[in-house]
């Protein structure tokens, strides 16, 4: 078997060695207690392998929850506040409290008059 580090090059090797294995069984009997260890780790990677995925899809699902929780929120804040600048109004500075910029008037420039010509 040629030396690779993919999962599934791997595993199928290793299937391929146990079925040999299995075959000449009568010419190898030294090789009975390793090949039930390698047995029985080909069966706990495919455990952990199907558990993986089972894992994977519930993640994308709690993602799609979470992306429809954060969509309902955005509506249910969006009239929270408007609830509270119709309440308190535009211009009030308790809006501050709620993260909301009060409508504010530009300060206005004052000229000073300058000197009067004679």
């Known amino acids: ?10 595993v199928t090797g290793w ?5 040999a294995a299995e075959r000449n ?19 706990e ?4 392998a199907a558990e993986q995925s089972a894992l994977t899809a519930l993640k994308q699902e709690k993602t799609q929850r979470i992306y429809t ?7 249910i804040s969006t009239l929270l506040r408007t ?6 109004g535009n211009r009030s ?3 501050a409290e709620f993260g909301i910029q009060p409508l504010r008037s530009r300060p206005r420039n004052v000229e000073t008059p300058g000197p009067l010509p004679e």
Do not use: C
């Open 93 to 95: 500075e308790k809006l």
């Open 69 to 75: 929780l954060l969509a309902q929120g955005r509506k």
């Open 1 to 10: 078997m040629s030396e690779s580090n993919s999962y599934a090059e791997t």
């Open 15 to 19: 299937e391929k060695e146990l079925a």
């Open 25 to 43: 069984s009568a010419d190898l009997p030294q090789a009975q207690i390793p090949r039930e260890k390698l047995q029985g780790v080909l069966l």
């Open 83 to 88: 609830i509270v600048r119709e309440h308190y």
């Open 45 to 48: 990677i495919r455990g952990v």
